[in-house]
């Protein structure tokens, strides 16, 4: 028999594994781009004293400087993308934590609840399983 909440922890779960899956492509993305950078800045040394690297454009920047800008850029974005996924996948899991919180308590307080109402039963009872004040309310609505 399955409570109320497991249905709810598995698209927990589901929704978890996912934002992990998002997570891992984002970083290898991020890990690729580090490595391209490693390796363009690796060419750009090995050539600075080649002046077909170092040729000015008409606004004073050489060209691996405005490589350098471009890959730049390119990895703030893809950072940028990176917190944003964190972020949305923490929103997800503090919202799915917060459900199954909120439906353990509703279980817990509707079976304290249960439990109370089946403890006054067996105090009027006195331990006997009958009820004084029940069996003489059935006998008085059937006039027996």
Request: with cysteine; charged share 35%.
């Amino acid at each position: 028999m399955m409570s109320e909440g497991c249905g709810s922890t598995i698209s927990f779960q589901e929704k978890k594994a996912e934002i992990e899956t998002h997570a891992r492509v984002v970083v290898e993305d991020v890990n690729s781009l580090l490595k391209e950078e490693h390796e363009f800045r690796t060419d750009i040394m090995a050539g600075v004293s080649n002046s077909r690297n170092t040729e000015l454009r008409g606004n004073g920047k050489d060209i691996s400087s405005e490589i350098l800008d471009v890959q730049n850029d390119q990895r703030s974005d893809k950072l940028h993308e990176c917190k944003d996924t964190h972020s949305s996948g923490m929103d997800v899991v503090r919202d799915a934590t917060k459900e199954n919180l909120r439906k353990a308590e509703d279980t817990t307080s509707g079976r304290t609840m249960y439990d109370k109402v089946k403890q006054k039963v067996a105090e009027a009872s006195n331990g006997s399983g009958y009820e004084p004040d029940l069996a003489r309310s059935m006998k008085d609505k059937s006039g027996k």
